[in-house]
């Protein structure tokens, strides 16, 4: 069911559902046993783990749809890949990255998404968004992955936190336009970071299976509800007014910030 809800919202908002996915795993990994040394390297791990396949359903669609935009995703991938695996090896996968550094950098990434959203939905809301496609541009591209790359592990989230509202709100893409490139670029991403989340080597002793940090029963289950939910996410945002998807997002990440904050 929670994979479900977090493929809905991944998919209708273009962020994977690694939203969904770190708010209830701390407190699900806690109660089969792991210890608050290796909470955040477990959490992220599963997260994106869950992700890759929830924002595989989608990009299949694209791909079917001919709405994915290959050069812009490769080229924001391969400028946050290697960062993003520099991030997990030094940072989070360390004993020091702790829950208080992973909340907070997690509250501070909504709020900044939030507002770039609003301000950009305030400047446009009484205009006709462009809906041709913006050609890519390598700096802005190269930039958003590296941004991308140090969020996606510290927050376990995918990077469509950073990807979406850069893009739309910075550079300019189409709000949909922004949405199908990350879901192309956190796949790829996700992809990579999971496979070195398989060689882990955590502390805690946990009596599910598990491979490295990732909880097989766990991420398997979060995957399988993800897949459907982000496919049905992708048909309802397909019908949605850019204007509307962009006060969607914000509002969701309202909503976050003041469970994060408030309802631990």
């Not at 791990?45 to 995703?73: C, D, G, H, M, P």
């Not at 097989?216 to 939910?229: E, K, R």
Request: aromatic share 12%.
């Amino acid at each position: 069911m929670w994979g479900c809800l977090a493929g809905l919202m991944g998919g209708i908002l273009g962020i994977g559902g690694g939203l969904i996915f770190v708010l209830i795993l701390p407190n699900l990994l806690i109660g089969i046993g792991v210890k608050p040394i290796d909470l955040v390297a477990f959490t992220v791990s599963n997260s994106l783990f869950a992700t890759l396949f929830t924002t595989l359903s989608v990009n299949i669609k694209l791909w079917s749809n001919k709405y994915i935009f290959f050069r812009e995703v490769c080229l924001i991938s391969a400028s946050g890949i290697l960062v993003s695996l520099l991030v997990l090896k030094f940072m989070v996968n360390n004993h020091y990255y702790q829950k208080e550094v992973f909340d907070a950098v997690f509250v501070l990434m909504m709020l900044y998404t939030m507002v770039r959203l609003l301000i950009s939905w305030s400047k446009t809301r009484n205009k006709v968004e462009k809906t041709e496609i913006v050609h890519f541009k390598k700096l802005p591209l190269i930039l958003t992955g590296l941004a991308a790359g140090v969020v996606s592990p510290l927050s376990g989230m995918g990077g469509g936190v950073v990807i979406v509202p850069t893009l739309h709100s910075f550079f300019g893409f189409p709000i949909k336009q922004a949405n199908s490139i990350s879901m192309g670029v956190i796949c790829i991403t996700a992809f990579f970071s999971t496979c070195y989340n398989f060689f882990g080597k955590p502390v805690s002793i946990t009596s599910l299976p598990h491979v490295g940090f990732i909880i097989l029963p766990i991420a398997l289950s979060l995957s399988f509800g993800g897949m459907i939910g982000s496919y049905m996410g992708y048909k309802i945002s397909s019908r949605l007014k850019p204007g509307i998807l962009t006060l969607l997002f914000a509002g969701f990440l309202f909503v976050m910030i003041i469970k994060r904050v408030f309802f631990q």
